[in-house]
């Protein structure tokens, strides 16, 4: 059992930054704490889901996609019960929902497939103005 909760978005101008985090729970995460690839993903309006920014909780692996990479980064907090995400030079196209993905992986790999994941959050809203 894994819940995964969002928080840290909101309304910023380009330019600025925010921090997402997420904060992981549920029997299965806390007793594989150290097995666990987590990730974020985003879905902005009208467009599919795609993933930003991942790691493996066990440590060593982190991946960021091409289109934040520079940034944004991923890191955990050292209970690896919090996921967060340090997005900077936000612009306009970032604007999303953003959503924290979890997937018990026991290997050291850091995933940005949707289809790897099969723990959701309920998301958070990130908006950028021009």
């Known amino acids: 059992q894994v819940h995964l909760m969002e928080s840290g978005g909101g309304s910023v101008q380009a330019g600025g930054s925010l921090r997402l985090s997420c904060a992981a729970s549920?029997?299965?995460?806390?007793?594989?704490?150290?097995?666990?690839?987590m990730g974020w993903f985003r879905q902005r309006p009208g467009k599919e889901r795609e993933g930003v920014a991942a790691?493996?909780?066990?440590?060593?692996?982190?991946k960021v996609a091409d289109p934040v990479k520079g940034r944004f980064t991923v890191s955990q907090d050292s209970t690896k019960i919090t996921l967060f995400l340090h997005m900077n030079s936000l612009n306009p196209e970032d604007t999303a929902m953003y959503y924290c993905?979890?997937?018990?992986?026991?290997?050291?790999?850091?995933?940005?497939?949707?289809?790897?994941?099969?723990?959701w959050g309920q998301g958070t809203q990130v908006t950028v103005s021009a």
């Open positions: 549920g029997s299965l995460y806390s007793r594989n704490r150290d097995l666990f690839c």
């Open positions: 993905a979890a997937s018990f992986c026991g290997s050291g790999r850091a995933t940005l497939q949707i289809d790897d994941y099969n723990n």
């Open positions: 790691l493996y909780t066990g440590g060593g692996v982190s």
